[in-house]
């Protein structure tokens, strides 16, 4: 009899967007509990209990973050929590190793914001940048926010102090490039801004053969109950109603549009498209995870 094999094997699923291979990266997870929903009630939280994986106390969220391989281009979206002093998070590195991709090799991290898990592997725990040639990419207002030193309080210190070190990692080195409007950031990835989660809260488009796909960030954290109802926001939230209002309309968007979507907190691989959860407009939505690529990265 053969022994049990231990762990999985490291999360990396690759898709071809036109051209471009992105390539989603598992760092972990967060189990977020009903205190993360402060306005939600025993009736919102019934989705919940009707998904086999969950409780209606706690939901287990996937932090994902994507590589997107354009041409000579390898860039990393967000780049998960090993620094954030969370136990789950910090998988991302020993992917990328085990895909035999250097950090030396990535020549963008683009950031859709700086929260802890999204930001806190970019940085080595000496303070240094742990992706010693990249770029880092991010929106002006998300900078500003994290270097305010008026909104610091000791409930929020951790947060303030893991932005400033990923971003003083790559500043200090001279490589730390920001925008204030929608753009093309590299050729091919094109921001769009989505304020609410946080001041500069960002997603990123990744365009090339015809094909498209948005990277959204940090639109829902636990989808089962907050695309069934856009109105239910999460505790982290800088503004709520914003917040809102950005995923409300995201939302209409990827439905009328027919967008291909990529979340950090949608089900591991997180790639996928909107659908409505029932017939008539009001209804709510889901999400549909895409149908895995068997094709991509195969002779």
Same mark, same amino acid.
């Given at each position: 009899?053969?022994?049990?094999?231990?762990?999985?094997?490291?999360?990396?699923? =690759?898709?071809?967007?036109?051209?471009?291979?992105?390539?989603?990266?598992?760092?972990?997870?967060?189990?977020?509990?009903?205190?993360?929903?402060?306005?939600?009630?025993?009736?919102?939280?019934?989705?919940? $209990?009707?998904?086999?994986?969950?409780?209606?106390?706690?939901?287990?969220?996937?932090?994902?973050?994507?590589?997107? %391989?354009?041409?000579?281009?390898?860039?990393?979206?967000?780049?998960?929590? /090993?620094?954030?002093?969370?136990?789950?998070?910090? =998988?991302?590195?020993?992917?990328?190793?085990?895909?035999?991709?250097?950090?030396?090799?990535?020549?963008? !991290?683009? @950031?859709?914001?700086?929260?802890?898990?999204?930001?806190?592997? $970019?940085? +080595? +725990?000496?303070?240094?940048?742990?992706?010693?040639? /990249?770029? @880092?990419?991010?929106?002006?207002?998300?900078?500003?926010?994290?270097?305010?030193?008026?909104?610091?309080? %000791?409930?929020?210190?951790?947060?303030?102090?893991?932005?400033?070190?990923?971003?003083? /990692?790559?500043?200090?080195?001279?490589?730390?490039? @920001?925008?204030?409007?929608?753009? +093309?950031?590299?050729?091919?990835?094109?921001? %769009?801004?989505?304020?609410?989660?946080?001041?500069?809260?960002?997603?990123? =488009?990744?365009?090339?053969?015809?094909?498209?796909?948005?990277?959204?960030?940090?639109?829902?954290?636990?989808?089962?109950?907050? @695309?069934?109802?856009?109105?239910?926001?999460?505790?982290?939230?800088?503004?709520?109603?914003? $917040? %809102?209002?950005?995923?409300?309309?995201?939302?209409?968007?990827?439905?009328?549009?027919?967008?291909?979507?990529?979340?950090?907190? !949608?089900?591991?691989?997180?790639?996928?498209?909107? +659908?409505?959860?029932?017939?008539?407009?009001?209804?709510?939505?889901?999400?549909?995870?895409?149908?895995?690529?068997?094709?991509?990265?195969?002779?």
């Amino acid at each position: 009899m053969h022994p049990l094999a231990s762990g999985q094997y490291p999360g990396a699923q =690759r898709r071809r967007i036109g051209d471009a291979v992105v390539t989603a990266l598992a760092d972990g997870y967060f189990d977020l509990g009903r205190q993360t929903m402060p306005t939600a009630s025993d009736a919102d939280l019934a989705p919940l $209990a009707d998904t086999p994986y969950a409780t209606p106390d706690t939901y287990r969220s996937s932090i994902n973050a994507y590589l997107v %391989e354009m041409g000579a281009k390898r860039i990393l979206i967000d780049t998960g929590g /090993a620094q954030s002093g969370a136990a789950s998070l910090g =998988r991302l590195g020993p992917t990328l190793d085990a895909m035999g991709i250097e950090p030396g090799t990535v020549d963008a !991290l683009v @950031m859709t914001h700086l929260h802890p898990d999204h930001a806190g592997g $970019a940085f +080595e +725990e000496s303070g240094g940048a742990a992706f010693e040639n /990249a770029e @880092m990419i991010l929106h002006t207002k998300e900078h500003a926010y994290w270097h305010d030193d008026a909104l610091i309080t %000791e409930d929020n210190r951790h947060y303030f102090d893991i932005a400033r070190k990923a971003t003083d /990692a790559y500043m200090r080195a001279g490589r730390l490039t @920001m925008f204030d409007t929608d753009c +093309e950031v590299i050729p091919g990835v094109f921001a %769009e801004f989505l304020p609410g989660h946080t001041p500069g809260h960002t997603g990123y =488009r990744i365009e090339s053969g015809g094909d498209a796909l948005l990277i959204w960030g940090d639109i829902v954290h636990i989808p089962p109950v907050q @695309m069934k109802d856009p109105g239910i926001g999460v505790a982290f939230d800088v503004d709520g109603a914003l $917040a %809102e209002k950005t995923r409300r309309h995201l939302l209409d968007r990827a439905i009328s549009d027919k967008l291909k979507i990529a979340g950090m907190h !949608l089900p591991w691989p997180g790639i996928g498209y909107v +659908e409505r959860d029932g017939q008539r407009e009001g209804d709510g939505y889901r999400f549909a995870l895409a149908p895995y690529d068997y094709d991509t990265g195969h002779p």
